[in-house]
């Protein structure tokens, strides 16, 4: 069956809010996040930059980019409250993406007035970081939702799941840690980069280095530990609620996991460079976004016609 027209705004929303998001990265990895200096929201003190240098114009676009994910965000709320009734999970969805894209919009200014861009390399920086990757993954969560929820997928319910609700806290909770601490060794890699893998493993190991680049040898540890548990999630969701779509759901855990991980190996061996920082960046909110999905399957409420429209098929029941 088709999706109307809610649902293919909002699929096409969460795929805008994907490359404002990876946009952001690139502000980061190419030194230009203080493009338009410490002033918020104009840009050198302009509404519109007059002359402005490269870094200016690659920090413009994003705060451009990010203002369309708010007008987008804006429009989905006042949609669905009118199109859906009191109550309703995709009213809920829209309510959150709404919060999370303020606090968003907050944290983003934060860092860009408290100076925590560029070379900055404090703690306050990396834990900001770690706040807006956090805020970022749940925004992504709530626009998924609302796609999910408005082309037919059933409620949650997350009382009585037992081992899948405590399996999928723990994916996902492990997921925004590798999450953070990956945000955290990117910003090292842009500001001490190695000349060769050698150099940067031995930084790596010295006991006087920046903690920045001691961090890094932390992110993949955890990267394998947690994309295993998300593997093991997928399957163990998919034997207890073995629906089409949540089976459907653990084997693309399996297939990005798998691709994340080879992509992460070229990452380092590169020595990261920012069209691989991008890639890996992507493989990570994709990981993220299919344990969203794979768990609001899995906990969905046993009521007919549960199969979203958007895989395509006729609706049938979830388990």
Not at 147 to 167: D, E, K, M
Not at 201 to 216: E, G, M, V
Not at 282 to 289: K, N
Request: proline share 5%; charged share 10%; net charge positive.
């Amino acid at each position: 069956m088709k999706l109307n027209r809610f649902a293919r705004f909002a699929w096409a929303a969460l795929a805008y809010n994907l490359l404002v998001i990876l946009w952001g990265v690139y502000v980061r990895a190419s030194g230009s996040g203080a493009g338009c200096g410490s002033h918020w929201p104009l840009c050198k003190g302009e509404v519109i930059p007059q002359s402005p240098a490269i870094t200016t114009m690659v920090e413009f676009a994003h705060r451009l980019s990010s203002g369309g994910a708010l007008v987008l965000a804006i429009i989905a709320l006042v949609w669905a409250w009118r199109a859906y009734p009191r109550g309703h999970r995709v009213r809920l969805a829209t309510g959150l993406t709404m919060a999370f894209m303020i606090t968003e919009s907050l944290v983003g200014a934060g860092l860009v007035i408290f100076g925590l861009t560029d070379k900055n390399d404090s703690v306050a920086r990396a834990v900001s970081l770690g706040i807006h990757l956090v805020n970022t993954f749940l925004l992504l969560a709530s626009l998924a939702l609302t796609a999910w929820w408005a082309s037919g997928g059933a409620p949650v319910r997350l009382r009585g799941q037992g081992t899948v609700f405590n399996i999928f806290f723990a994916a996902m909770l492990g997921t925004m840690v590798v999450g953070v601490t990956g945000a955290i060794t990117a910003l090292g890699d842009t500001l001490f980069p190695a000349q060769s893998l050698a150099q940067g493993l031995q930084q790596d190991l010295s006991p006087t280095a920046h903690f920045l680049i001691q961090l890094r040898v932390i992110h993949p540890i955890l990267a394998v530990l947690v994309g295993v548990l998300s593997m093991v999630t997928g399957r163990v969701a998919a034997t207890l609620r073995p629906s089409p779509a949540t089976r459907a759901f653990a084997r693309v855990l399996i297939g990005i996991f798998l691709a994340q991980l080879i992509i992460g190996v070229v990452n380092v061996a590169l020595l990261a460079p920012v069209f691989m920082q991008l890639i890996h960046l992507l493989m990570a909110d994709l990981v993220w976004l299919t344990l969203v999905l794979a768990a609001a399957t899995a906990m969905a409420d046993p009521v007919p016609n549960t199969m979203p429209e958007a895989f395509g098929r006729p609706a049938m029941r979830t388990r």
